[in-house]
Nanobody
Framework: QVQLVESGGGLVQAGGSLRLSCAAS????????MGWFRQAPEKERKFVGE????????SYADSVKGRLTISRDNAKNTVYLQMSSLKPEDTAVHYC????????????WGQGTQVTVSS
């Protein structure tokens, strides 16, 4: 049974930082590209960024470039989202997801962790 469990969310003031973690189990972690998505209240879920299987390549949504950094530790089956210079518009439930090699659709999703940025 595949599980993705996010942690590290919370309430932070604008300009602050948070690091989200996503611990994976039940899959061969190093064979998956790992992504982060977020969904603000009453809005659609949006892509934040992703990191390839061995961390060689990352890509980000334009809205977060320069402020958010994705990394992974395959020995710990964990992917991270380092968030800095946070803005109120970053307030959302943040989800991690796993993309199988050769696929175009994320297959496994976590339950999400809330990030709230106060102004």
């Amino acid at each position: 049974q595949v599980q993705l469990v996010e942690s590290g969310g919370g309430l932070v003031q604008a300009g602050g930082s948070l690091r989200l973690s996503c611990a994976a189990s039940g899959l061969t972690f190093s064979t998956y590209t790992m992504g982060w998505f977020r969904q603000a209240p009453e809005k659609e879920r949006k892509f934040v960024g992703e990191i390839t299987q061995f961390g060689r390549t990352t890509s980000y949504a334009d809205s977060v470039k320069g402020r958010l950094t994705i990394s992974r530790d395959n020995a710990k089956n964990t992917v991270y989202l380092q968030m800095s210079s946070l803005k109120p518009e970053d307030t959302a439930v943040h989800y991690c997801a796993a993309l199988p090699r050769g696929s175009y659709e994320y297959k496994y999703w976590g339950q999400g962790t809330q990030v709230t940025v106060s102004s």
